[in-house]
């Protein structure tokens, strides 16, 4: 075994402290060029991941950077590094340690990069950042090892594909960098390693003792769930009691619109004054930081928080954590429960509180989950061309650059290995002239070809705009809530199409109070306080998640039980009533309902597909019920139902079914759909053919909604095959299921459709109202529902009674 | 009161043909008819206006060392006009100014949508009215204005506060409803007693919505919208103090 520098042993054991075996582990393979750990929340995997660095910066410290950790979260930087520095202090070792986030202050930025700390905690998008500039190479001269904390939520997203194509920049600029994946259990190890590791090379994958079974439980509450709704107002003082009688409490939420309302109830209840705070991604950063640092002041009973407090954080004294709503999948439900109880070997302890019945059946199957370490997963595809464009155009910005060396450097990142060199050029040709089958652009290339071969910017002024639209994340655009007044507090962010739905008066929730809508100013919404105790709109929009398909098949399962001894009575009951009112799917028949609800019809199709299948059906239901005159106006998909709403209700579903009008015109309709224009904006900003920053000023989300609709439509009238179609092809199909499951499904349940009438929202159906991601269709409706509101208008205004011939037409002489 | 289509609102169901002239509306004496496209038609002039062409966005949005647009606008904005001209065979075409998206790109003009241009141009008086962005003469064919005056009308880019039938283009109008919690949005004409405001016709235009300030103080108390797209709807003027809860 390596031992540790002297200076560490003796902090080891002035604390009393061993290492882990899969801390030694660690120091013992030091020198491997990639490493996974896999280690359970609260395993000392961080330090386990830092203790390689520690060691030996102590036993020959140099100056310049020696480690690079990246986190997906800032908070999470910030906390490693407040952790960091009490081994560091203690131990008297002369390390340096800085964060460089999205946070970090201009001025503190530019020192970093001409005297680079030896530990630089940092982000993905921040990385990418650094690499370019062109003084990247001597920033990163010498470093040794990067260590990525918290791999498995990066590995699900494009942010890890550019994270892993950063890698590969600064493995070519350090060619001994050694890399280090820190991970929380997950369902496919290699999977990970895999992207890990330069390619081809093999990742040596560690696996920590997985710890003890973690003490979970559903709440239980003297009052049942409602049959629906997110709020979960109904276990408020089952949760205040849990609080009173643990130290710290975690309250778990899975939106931020749920966070505050939950938050909000709690504190009217909360007669006693415990201190309670609320941490989310859309409140201002000065407020979270004061939550966080109350929080490890240990001054805080508990906090209502969202995902931004999801990842490893490290809060020492947690002793529950809460889960609000259901868990949706089963990985994050054991990330999160990993919160309480730091202590390695001691079983996490945590709550389920169901919001509403479904949920309940939700939860049961999530606990059963737990149990059988049945952890859900979803294997992604090869990596997405739009996060090369960028990093072809971070590149360009960081210098001249050869092609050759870039393609080669590229296809060493897992993700990319199997990019072929005419895809590499044909994102090449899109980043230099747009790659239109029109060449019109180039004698405005954006980068070219020097005679000596290199590429490089046209014009080096682009590079500010290239650097400030860096990275992947697509947030619902948001703005800034402020209160009125010279120099009013910063509260938070909402979604920009909240705001648009406010008129001046309204209250809403944000940071825990209820504040009033006095308007927008710019792009900053303004508000004043308001003494109301129920805010009138109680919700803006916040993360989604989506129900795991594993998880989903546990619930079939439970559906087609005669009994469920295994739910709370309120909960079998429910699923009674809804065998009683309408039916509960059966495996072999399609189970469709249809009622009147919210001033529309409602249908809901039962398939139990999972999430892909239900959104591709959403769409073929509605291009039939729109061939149909059935004016329909949006669907959402979860993993078990479609609801489809519309002006019409449906009373013969097997027309809609008929397998080969579903299929006639099927392109012309995917095409056309807003789902395909929601990723192409994705694509279309990662790829760097809009830009959301344009000198320091945001474009607001409304022109850039239009803007990128226009240009998806012209691509696809005038050229189909342009490179960023294509890519919005392969991402929407991602989420979508090919059409051959679909013909699958309607083979086997042949005309066995069972259509209810119903006049209400039925049990089953309810939480589907809930449910984010809807999906607009654009069709007759729309013409309707204009006629109407116009007639309306005209018949508001009189305009209609006064349209008689008016004065004589005036001839022109000519 | 029953879906009831009031004489200004026809069924949807409607002939193309017929839709033409549907929304015909009499101003300052001439009668006019706004096109679903944008364009506005005054049959007895035989006379087709169009306002806000900006050809040529995409290609200077590249020039300025952006991101490089599909450069399709053009000759989508042109299609458009070639349908236009065709359905109606004016003897005018009055080009309401901001025609093309900047001086130097009316210059860079590829020779393609340049003869284009010419061949629509042929057997007609075409008139640029001159625009913000398109200051000076084009050396395309046709006659350069500041502005026209014509029968009772007269046509400007940026509408004036002693307007009196007044024709003009610049502020891009168009509507916004909010329909049982949808919104929708479409390019519109806007006109009250003494002046038209055109909507944008080229391809890559945004809009100004009609709630926002500048448009509300232009446009009378009275002002009504007439929207574009496949229904055209005249309606009143959507406006902030209109706007419903």
Not at chain 2, 214 to 221: D, E, V, Y
Request: aromatic share 6%.
């Amino acid at each position: 075994m390596t031992a540790l520098p002297p200076a560490l042993q003796d902090w080891f054991d002035a604390r009393g402290w061993q290492m882990h075996p899969h801390q030694e582990t660690m120091l013992d393979r030091a020198g491997a060029p990639a490493l996974l750990l896999i280690a359970p929340t609260g395993g000392g995997k961080t330090l386990a991941g830092f203790l390689p660095t520690l060691s030996e910066l102590a036993e020959a410290p140099e100056p310049g950077l020696h480690t690079l950790y990246v986190s997906p979260l800032k908070a999470l930087a910030a906390d490693i590094k407040r952790n960091l520095r009490t081994p560091i202090e203690e131990a008297g070792l002369p390390i340096r340690v800085e964060d460089r986030t999205g946070d970090t202050t201009a001025t503190q930025k530019k020192r970093q990069r001409a005297d680079p700390p030896h530990i630089l905690l940092t982000t993905p998008e921040s990385l990418a950042l650094l690499t370019s500039y062109e003084d990247a190479p001597r920033m990163f001269a010498g470093l040794k090892r990067v260590v990525v904390d918290e791999i498995h939520a990066l590995a699900e997203s494009k942010r890890g594909d550019q994270l892993m194509l950063a890698l590969a920049r600064l493995q070519t600029l350090c060619p001994d960098l050694r890399r280090v994946g820190l991970s929380a259990t997950v369902d496919d190890p290699a999977q990970i390693a895999k992207l890990l590791a330069r390619h081809p090379d093999p990742c040596e994958i560690l696996e920590a003792d997985p710890g003890p079974e973690p003490d979970i439980e559903m709440l239980v509450t003297d009052t049942p769930p409602p049959w629906s709704g997110g709020g979960a107002k109904y276990a408020i003082p089952a949760v205040l009691e849990e609080v009173r009688k643990h130290r710290t409490t975690l309250i778990f939420h899975n939106t931020r619109a749920q966070a505050e309302i939950f938050f909000h109830h709690l504190w009217l209840a909360n007669e006693e004054g415990l201190p309670i705070g609320i941490h989310h991604g859309s409140l201002d950063r000065g407020q979270r930081e004061r939550v966080e640092a109350a929080m490890v002041a240990g001054d805080l009973r508990a906090i209502v928080c969202t995902g931004s407090l999801d990842l490893g954080i490290d809060w020492g004294d947690v002793d529950l954590v809460i889960q609000v709503g259901a868990p949706k999948n089963v990985k994050r439900l054991v990330q999160r429960i990993g919160r309480a109880n730091h202590r390695y070997n001691a079983p996490s302890k945590a709550l389920l509180v169901p919001a509403n019945r479904f949920e309940v059946v939700e939860c049961v199957a999530a606990l059963q989950a737990v149990k059988e370490r049945d952890l859900d997963g979803e294997p992604r595809g090869p990596g997405p061309r739009d996060v090369l464009c960028q990093h072809i155009l971070i590149a360009a910005c960081a210098g001249p650059f050869d092609a050759e060396m870039l393609y080669a450097e590229m296809i060493s990142a897992g993700a990319y290995a199997g990019l072929t060199r005419a895809e590499f050029d044909a994102c090449l040709d899109f980043c230099a002239t747009g790659g239109y089958a029109l060449r019109a652009y180039d004698q405005w290339r954006r980068i070219l070809q020097r005679p000596d071969g290199l590429w490089q910017l046209r014009d080096p002024r682009s590079a500010l705009r290239i650097r400030q639209n860096i990275g992947t994340i697509q947030d619902t655009d948001t703005l800034k809530v402020r209160m009125r007044g010279r120099g009013g507090a910063p509260l938070g962010e909402v979604e920009e199409g909240f705001a648009a739905s406010l008129t001046k008066g309204d209250t809403f929730l944000i940071g825990g109070r209820i504040v009033r809508y006095e308007g927008l100013r710019e792009t900053v919404v303004e508000v004043s306080r308001d003494s109301a105790q129920k805010p009138k709109i109680a919700t803006f929009m916040g993360t989604k998640f989506s129900t795991s398909t594993q998880l989903s098949h546990r619930i079939v399962r439970m559906c087609q039980q005669d009994d469920w001894p295994d739910l709370p009575e309120h909960t079998a009951d429910w699923l009674r009533l809804q065998r009683e009112v309408s039916r509960l799917p059966q495996p072999g028949r399609l189970l469709i309902e249809s009622f009147p609800h919210d001033g529309r019809e409602q249908l809901v199709v039962y398939g139990f597909a999972g999430r892909n299948a239900q959104q591709t059906l959403g769409l073929l239901l509605t291009k039939r019920m729109e061939e149909e005159g059935l004016a329909p106006m949006g669907f959402v998909s979860t993993d078990y139902a479609t609801l489809i709403w519309g002006l019409d209700a449906v009373t013969d579903p097997r027309p809609l079914f008929d397998i080969a009008r579903l299929e006639a015109g099927l392109d012309t309709w995917l095409a056309g759909n807003a789902v395909m224009k929601r990723t192409f904006r994705a694509s279309a900003h990662i790829a760097g053919l809009l830009e959301r920053q344009v000198g320091g000023t945001r474009k607001t989300g409304k022109q850039a909604t239009m803007s990128s609709d226009i240009l998806y439509d012209t691509l696809l009238k005038y050229d189909p095959d342009h490179l960023l179609m294509q890519i919005t092809r392969e991402e929407a199909m991602r989420g979508l299921v090919d059409f051959d499951r679909i013909r699958e499904m309607t083979e086997r349940v042949g005309d066995r459709i069972d259509l209810l009438h119903l006049t209400r929202v039925t049990p089953l159906a309810a939480p589907l109202f809930l449910e984010p991601g809807r999906v607009p269709i654009a069709g007759s409706a729309d013409e309707r529902l204009l006629e109407e509101e116009v007639t309306r208008l005209l018949d508001a205004s009189g305009l209609a009674a006064v349209d008689a011939p008016a004065r004589p037409v005036w001839r022109v002489p000519w | 009161m029953a879906r009831g289509l009031s004489p200004l609102a026809p069924p949807r169901a409607v002939g193309k043909k017929q839709s033409m002239n549907r929304l015909a509306f009499d101003f300052h004496g001439a009668a006019l008819a706004p096109l679903p496209s944008g364009a506005l038609h005054w049959p007895a002039a035989r006379t087709l206006v169009v306002s806000d062409l900006h050809l040529g966005k995409s290609a200077r949005m590249s020039a300025g060392g952006g991101a490089a647009l599909p450069p399709y606008d053009t000759r989508e904005t042109l299609a458009r006009l070639e349908r236009d001209i065709a359905a109606t065979a004016p003897a005018r075409v009055i080009c309401l100014g901001d025609s093309f998206d900047s001086g130097a790109i009316r210059a860079a003009l590829p020779a393609e949508d340049r003869d284009r241009i010419t061949d629509v141009q042929a057997g007609r008086e075409w008139i640029w009215i001159e625009g913000n962005h398109d200051p000076g003469p084009a050396d395309l064919g046709g006659t350069h204005r500041a502005e026209l005056m014509l029968g009772p009308l007269t046509f400007r880019h940026i509408a004036r506060a002693d307007a009196a039938g007044e024709v003009s283009g610049h502020y891009h109008p168009k509507a916004r409803l909010l329909l049982r919690g949808r919104a929708i949005s479409r390019p519109c004409f806007l006109f009250d007693t003494v002046r038209l405001i055109l909507p944008a016709y080229g391809a890559y235009t945004g809009g100004l919505f009609t709630h926002a300030p500048t448009l509300s103080r232009l446009m009378g108390a009275e002002a009504e919208a007439i929207l574009c797209g496949a229904t055209q709807m005249r309606l009143p003027m959507p406006r902030t103090e209109a706007r419903r809860a």
